[in-house]
């Protein structure tokens, strides 16, 4: 009887609100909140390309009139600060997210501040594909704001206000309608939702549900995260890894490659931003990567292999590479949690007698390399400042250089010890902007046509194609990196390096190009020298799928002597530890992934919720699916591999937050 009373006062009120008196009274503030959330929406519809969902637009008008309603506890006069303090803030965060975007296709984290450190080392790419005019458009709102508010002071604005308003008054009420704004927000929300958003592992996601705002007051919580870590949620987070691995103990499985490799010393090239499509396209008969293609033909070749990189690009892939962990969903490891326990393929192969050492031709501090690499158990780290730098492409040293460079170091590491040893190369020539076209040699990317001349004769055309394009200097780029692997093989074979060495080679990641450049290669029309129109009946879409799905990377293994074998299990970066340290004979019982070879149908999650298996790949955001097989898929298969994938990233993030590995070998250490 009470609540039917209450009720009935509070719509006599809103009833008998002066609302054109509001209105007049309140421009200042509407102006802050509409001009915010116009920006906000830009954002999402240049982005994430979300036009019509209610809820974002729900979730960002809740936060800005509660942001908003705290103006009201400032004199009239005063007040224009506030808010235009505010509107900076929200506009630099529209503006870094619209340019961060463009980059890596992802929101941006108060946790990868750091990160974005390393735009300085990227200097032309940031010029080239970062800065867009189109990232700038939500300048206009702190400059309408100003514009308005000189606007409201010439006509005496603020001392009317100052004698109408009760500030007290206002300030409850614009409080307790974003209260109302907020609560109907959220209870449109589903369970799934409110998940996600604790896990934040799709940021693409929360912003298409909750707004930028919201994602950014739930980044900031995330982000303070570790250093909470050791107060909170340990003892839930330790239950959780010691249920999981009691129920999915590894066990040590033999095949034909078990221990094959023992006592061999071991090569990894971490070879930058390679794809598979550069190993599986020619221009004019003549491939892209005629020497990977040659090494792949010869060894172990993982032809349905995908790297799993968040943010952290490059230094995610060494960390999946090293740990089969995967990557955490807030920041990088190698810079938020560097000084984590991680039992890595280095520290296995050290136990086994092995020496371990890592080289790249970029600056040790790039990606925190310099100390990360020590922590995942490398011996010595030779980065820029061990090499001469007598040629550069792109980013630093060039790769030929680097190689031959590095070979004379791995020649001293032989010859100083009998031991094997582990050496990670990392290469760095074939990295974005790919724009060093003169330095890339006299590849070409153009394509020979038949036509018919003026006289009714055929004759052989060439086509510009693909140069000048984006994906075009791509493909010369990666044409150089494979002359550069051509003759670093050479030279290990001449030095007598390869006799008793493995060889494994892994793209880190994708180009990171969009799919536009690749509509236009696969509907390019060498007559016109132009893209086929959408409604040509030859034109074929190059849809989303097709994307996520060529963002396949190569993963070989070789040895002299090795039969060639092509696997096309769909297998994951995580999936690279437990299948060569069963090659190698060492083990560790914290993998997350499996020995391919172990493996029929292997699941592999991405950062984002994605995941993919030899017969689907799943888009988290729209929770659809393709199938990659005519076999039927059932809705159990569907929901089993989406709970262990979300299971999968929840228990990696947890054991890097909260250091489980090494809280677990003290327990253990306790009990002995």
């Known amino acids: 009887m009470k609540f039917k009373m209450y009720l009935k006062k509070m719509i006599e009120k809103i009833k008998n609100v002066d609302y ?105 790419a940031v010029v080239k594909q970062v800065l867009r005019i189109q990232d700038f458009v939500y300048l206009w709102q702190p400059i309408t704001f100003l514009f308005i508010n000189k606007k409201l002071k010439t006509r005496g ?128 008969g003549i491939e892209v990567t005629p020497n990977l293609n040659r090494i792949a033909k010869e060894g172990l070749y993982f032809s349905n292999f995908y790297s799993q990189v968040s943010v952290g690009t490059s230094s995610d892939a060494e960390f999946t590479f090293n740990t089969s962990l995967l990557p955490v969903n807030n920041g990088t490891v190698f810079i938020s949690y560097f000084d984590r326990y991680y039992y890595s393929l280095p520290k296995m192969m050290k136990e086994a007698n092995y020496s371990v050492y890592s080289m790249h031709g970029n600056n040790g501090s790039f990606w925190n390399r310099d100390v990360m690499h020590k922590n995942l158990g490398y011996d010595k780290f030779y980065s820029k400042s061990s090499y001469d730098i007598d040629e550069v492409i792109g980013l630093g040293l060039s790769d030929k250089s680097f190689f031959r460079q590095s070979v004379d170091k791995l020649l001293d590491i032989k010859n100083k010890s009998d031991n094997p040893f582990m050496a990670t190369l990392i290469m760095l020539s074939n990295h974005t902007p790919f724009d060093d076209v003169e330095k890339y040699g006299d590849y070409k990317v153009t394509m020979d046509y038949e036509d018919v001349d003026e006289f009714g004769n055929t004759v052989v055309k060439t086509a510009n194609y693909m140069e000048g394009k984006s ?138 919720g994605n995941w993919v298996t030899n017969k689907v ?24 591999n989406v709970e262990k994938s979300d299971q999968l990233l929840n228990i990696s993030n947890n054991i890097i937050v909260y250091d489980l590995i090494k809280g677990n070998i003290e327990k253990e250490n306790e009990k002995e």
Not at 57 to 77: H, S, T
């Open 471 to 608: 994906l075009g200097n791509y493909f010369k780029s990666s044409h150089y990196a494979d002359e550069a692997i051509g003759e670093f093989m050479n030279l290990l074979d001449s030095s007598g390096l390869l006799d008793n060495t493995v060889v494994v080679f892994y793209g880190d990641h994708d180009a990171k190009l969009p799919r536009k450049e690749y509509n236009y290669m696969f509907n390019y029309d060498p007559v016109n020298d132009k893209m086929l129109d959408e409604d040509d009946p030859n034109y074929d879409e190059f849809d989303y799928y097709d994307y996520e799905l060529n963002r396949k990377v190569p993963f070989i293994i070789w040895a002299k002597g090795i039969e060639h074998e092509e696997i096309t299990t769909a297998m994951g970066m995580y999936d690279c530890l437990p299948t060569l340290s069963n090659m190698f004979g060492v083990y560790n019982k914290y993998a997350l992934g499996h020995d391919i070879f172990n493996q029929t149908d292997n699941l592999v999650p991405f950062p984002n």
């Open 157 to 284: 604005y603020f001392n009317n206000i100052a004698r109408k308003e009760s500030r007290k008054k206002r300030f409850i009420h614009t409080l307790v309608a974003g209260g109302i704004i907020l609560a109907v927000f959220l209870l449109n929300l589903t369970s799934l939702e409110y998940g996600r958003l604790s896990k934040q592992w799709n940021r693409d996601y929360i912003v298409q549900k909750f707004g930028i705002y919201i994602y950014h007051v739930n980044d900031l919580i995330k982000s303070l995260e570790p250093k909470f870590s050791t107060l909170f949620g340990y003892d839930s987070a330790y239950r959780e890894f010691r249920e999981y691995y009691d129920e999915n103990t590894i066990e040590k499985k033999t095949n034909k490659y078990t221990d094959i490799f023992k006592g061999k010393n071991l090569i990894i090239v971490h070879t930058e931003s390679m794809q598979d499509i550069s190993m599986n396209t020619s221009f004019n």
């Open 20 to 124: 054109k008196g509001y209105f007049k009274t309140s421009i200042l503030f509407l102006t802050f909140v509409i001009s915010n959330l116009i920006n906000s929406s830009i954002l999402r519809m240049m982005t994430v390309k979300n036009y019509f969902d209610y809820k974002p637009i729900l979730g960002d008008l809740a936060f800005l009139v509660l942001v908003g309603a705290l103006g009201y506890l400032f004199k009239a006069r005063k007040r224009f600060k506030y808010y235009f303090f505010w509107s900076i803030v929200f506009t630099a965060i529209c503006v870094i997210n619209s340019m961060y975007y463009g980059w890596f296709v992802s929101f941006s984290s108060v946790s990868l501040l750091a990160t974005s450190l390393q735009v300085v080392d990227v200097g032309d």
């Open 617 to 640: 790949y799943y888009n988290n955001s729209k929770e659809e699916y393709i199938p990659l097989t005519t076999e039927p898929i059932s809705e159990e298969y569907i929901s089993e």
